[in-house]
């Protein structure tokens, strides 16, 4: 299970430690940065879904759509990259990445898997490193499992496509493939 997510530099966030439990409700005011939270999960599921090789991290794509590298860091100092933390199963992983303000995309500047940091890795998968030890795989897995479901949702229709449900194993970020699972 994942027990923390650490961010830094992403959005509206400085600095976030969050502690997270079998349930973990957020709540706030709007724009106080609770689907923040869940769209830096979203980033690495989109990513490890789309482009498991990849050295970059995908801002953009199915599931959510955030924009530039200037839309999801802070907007403080001009920075251009934001770090990504989180527990699992007692073992600590933190990514840190970077990009032009303009681009859609960001390189992985480093990952630091139980402490052990590889600076600028050339050779990832599921944006882990292939010689990771420990509990790099059981992440993965956690990792592209998640259902992510925007607020904005398809409302009634007459109709709804049926998918081939070998095909299609998430419900859709819209909720789309719903019925056809159900």
């Given amino acids: 299970m994942i027990t923390r997510l650490d961010l830094r530099h992403f959005k509206c966030f400085e600095l976030l430690k969050l502690p997270l439990a079998p349930l973990t409700l957020l709540s706030g005011t709007n724009a106080s940065g609770k689907s923040s939270i869940l769209q830096a999960i979203v980033l690495l599921n989109q990513t490890l879904r789309e482009h498991e090789w990849s050295t ?10 955030l924009g530039t590298v200037f839309d999801v860091i802070d907007q403080t100092n001009g920075r251009r990259e934001f770090e990504l933390g989180m527990v699992c199963e ?72 049926l998918n081939d449900p070998q095909a299609t194993t998430v419900v859709g970020s819209r909720g789309e493939h719903a019925v056809g699972l159900l």
């Fill in 56 to 65: 970059r991290l995908m801002l953009n794509g199915p599931i959510l759509e």
């Fill in 90 to 161: 007692d073992e600590t992983y933190e990514w840190r990445f970077s990009g032009d303000r303009k681009e859609m995309s960001m390189a992985v500047e480093r990952v630091t898997v139980g402490g052990t940091p590889y600076e600028q890795p050339t050779r990832l998968r599921y944006l882990l490193p292939t010689d990771a030890t420990g509990n790099a795989p059981s992440l993965a897995l956690r990792l592209l499992g998640l259902t992510y479901l925007t607020a904005e949702r398809l409302g009634p229709r007459e109709s709804y496509p």
